[in-house]
């Protein structure tokens, strides 16, 4: 029985179709690995078993019809800063303790629409900032294909969760590349949509400008089905495009032939794994012989992403987060004498180091004197940025290159060294100030961990990359390794409390 | 302009900033009723609220209406604008930080450039309109028990804020600046203009230089929420500065507070370190780009304007300047004097009567008209029974009186209290025929040429009808029975 949380989305509706299986199967058959695995990947923060078994029941007649919503059945696993109705949502942080959103984000809206299974709502870094989840108020995640090892971050949670089968699909969200970079250390695929593609409404903002919602897979095919589920204008996010949503899915194809892909120099500098970089490479050369033409290509302003990532993301978070305060939902400090106390000491209580690190930052940045040396001048590198990304695309159809410098560290390396952390966005953050789609597709292993491609498209471009990765995903056997199980399970998640 | 008093060496300048609360149905960024009055925390949402993942949403309607009052000020409308958020803590503030259009940087707020003409009397006094922008109300703060309680039900109310240069050099100029804007944003139907309800309210920084002279330091005033308090802040604030040049002492650069009770300014205790409000680019809502079209059809849906009306009064219904300027302070009093016009077709009397006992009526109660009982066709069917002889002038005053008090029919009151005005011949010349019994003196008198006499028999016989006689029917049948006509 186990097997079918292995399962891709796609086999499962096939499946359903035949009557091999049902929704109440699948979801029993997931939280079966989930108390097997969870108690040592902590991938989950809050579980609703009753709910998804109910919901599961609700759809075990409909899935054989004809007409049967795409994602009928299909268990889904939420990062914890996408707000459900009437559960917890916690951002990973102490600050947001006992909160429950009274509304459903769009995108949960859309995927309760679709038939989706809402698992529960999977660990994440504090407000999705870091890169390894280790930042989580709750405890980090471990990475299934080594324990030792971080899931990568911040959308560590939901990635893991996919890998390992505790669900079968998964929503992250990206600012940095915080789907991208899990789904490389943890061998699934990620992507980061076109910004605007997907509503960001009831995505707990960290950065406004960068935030995008995207789906995490065990397949190309997958991943656009939770796409086409999710994506489209909102009229609630006005920052949401009026662009037609194609149907992804049944587009995809196998052959590269007439399609012309940029290799991005500058993501093969200095700092990236000799593993790495020949996974990358012979990728590249498998694009080649599915018949793409592969040229190298140029972003020279590449190189000043992070650091005005690391101006625009903190100052806008500055303000996003300068609600939680103590006064109207979560956490409040006892006995606060004045209001300044109430306001400084939740905060100080409530947020890690992290959070409080990018706050000030960003609130320096910001403020009167340094807006130009800092903010402003941040904005102009992201023009420059989107200038070489518009160039490139002159030439291609879409670009290629690594997710990450390297494959999965180990958890501890990096927490107190914030910049060699901040370094692990580094190919990842340039799409993020272009607003560009991007998604990352296991293509090699280096000692036994996984190692990711990314592709990269014009702005709402989504179809062709999925194309990209697909056809690659299709000539390689990488998507359908797993990874390992635990030997036994430590403790049975079952009474995992909302946080 | 610049009212310089020489005696006193100084000139003062007063700019004005005009939170507006504009007529909306829904709040500036969400769905949710703008009502005043309504039960704590009864009129919120996840977005005006400011709960996590949350995101606003522009309301074009409000747009709409902050084109409208550009395009009456004669601003430059610019084609993008951009929101920005002023971040500061308070507990009113859900987010922590204001959505709004101050002018910051590059990036520039709805409208800028504007002026405003208000003639007063003799002049005309020019104001030029630094800008007019968008944002959302704050909710509000009640202190009770020791404890403080927040309602966020006015978070997110649709404001517009106009902004003046430094063009006022009096605080009367202020008044009749803040009657005059007052009464265009009426007319525009921009917002409902109550002042007790806080749909109008005003900062102002006032100074004092020598006259010609540099800018002096100054101070902004804040908490006064009604024309009355505008300028009585303004003249202490006035007279302060005044008092500490002439002791040689410096202006200090504060906010100060209005009490309305003790009828003075204060400093705000809290400390005046310049606040940073940490301004950037709201992320959360795209530019917002108006095209030319979007601004056409706003301009052919304007309604007609304060000066627009003035001048059609005195052409349309020929009455003097002077009349249709008070007619057109509000937008509610034009509307009462079209109404009764359209019933009672004398403009001029209806005029009289309106910025007469009416007028005179609203100051001693401190009302507006629309807060009144009083309905045009009422007023129009009073000025009837006035006109056609059925009611005196003096009763009509009184019937008026009770009108205004309890918004009852004019026909009604004169019914029950007897009032029909006596314009029966027989039964007059039967009660003048008793006078002239009863008076031989002034009728002797009368009768010798002296005419004022007459005016005292008349006078017997409105005593005799109290007051209800047809004083010209009165007047000619003495004057008949005494053979003087
Ligand atoms: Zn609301």
Redesign the interface.
Known sequence: MSALADLTACDLRAKFRRGETSPTEVVRAVFERIDAEDGRLHAYLYLDRDAALAEAARWDAVVRGEDAPPLAGIPVALKDNICTRHSPTTCGSRILAGFRSPYDATVVTRLRRSGAIIVGKANCDEFAMGSSTENSAYGPTRNPWDETRVPGGTSGGPTAAVAAGEATLALGSDTGGSIRQPAAFCGVVGMKPTYGRVSRYGLVAFASSLDQIGPIARSVVDAALLLEAIAGQDPADSTSADVEVPAYADGLITSLRGMRLGIVKEFFAEGLDAGVAAAVREAIETCRALGAACEEVSLPHASYALPAYYIIAPAEASSNLARYAGVQYGHRTADAPDLVTLYSRTRREGFGAEVKRRIMLGTYALSAGYYEAFYLRALRVRTRIRQDFDAAFERFDALVGPVTPTSAFRLGEKVDDPLQMYLSDVYTVPLNLAGLPGISVPCGFVGGLPVGLQVVGRAFGEQTILNVAHAFEQATEFHTRRPPRGRAARGASAAKRAP | MARVDAGLRHETVIGLEVHVQLSTASKMFCGCAVAFGAPPNTRTC?VC??????????NRRAVDLGIRTALALGCHINPVSQFH?K?Y?Y?DL????QISQYEY?DHPPLASGGLMRVSTGDEVMEIGIRRVHLEEDTGKLVHAEGRSL?DYNRCGTPLMEVVTEPDLHSPEEARLFLIHLRAMLQFAEVTSGRLEEGTLRCDANLSLRPAGGPHGTRTEIKNMNSLRSVERALRFEEARQRQALERGEEVVQETRHWDEDREVTFSSREKEE?Q?Y???PE????PLQIDAPWVDRIRAGLPELPEARRRRFVEAFGIPEHDAGLLTATRAMAEFFEETVRRFVKPKIVSNWLIGDVAAYLNAAGREIEELPLRPDHLAGLLMLVDTGKLSGRSAKEVLEEMLRTGRPADAIVQERGLVQISDEAMLAAVVQEVIVEHPGPVGDVRAGKDQAVTFLVGQVMKKTRGRANPAMVNRLVREQLGVA
Do not use: E, I, Q
Request: aromatic share 14%.
């Open positions: 996840p609220l400011g709960l996590p993942g949350s995101l606003p949403v522009l958020r971040n803590y507990p859900p987010k922590n930080y940087k927040v310049a940073d940490r301004y950037f992320p959360d809502l795209t």
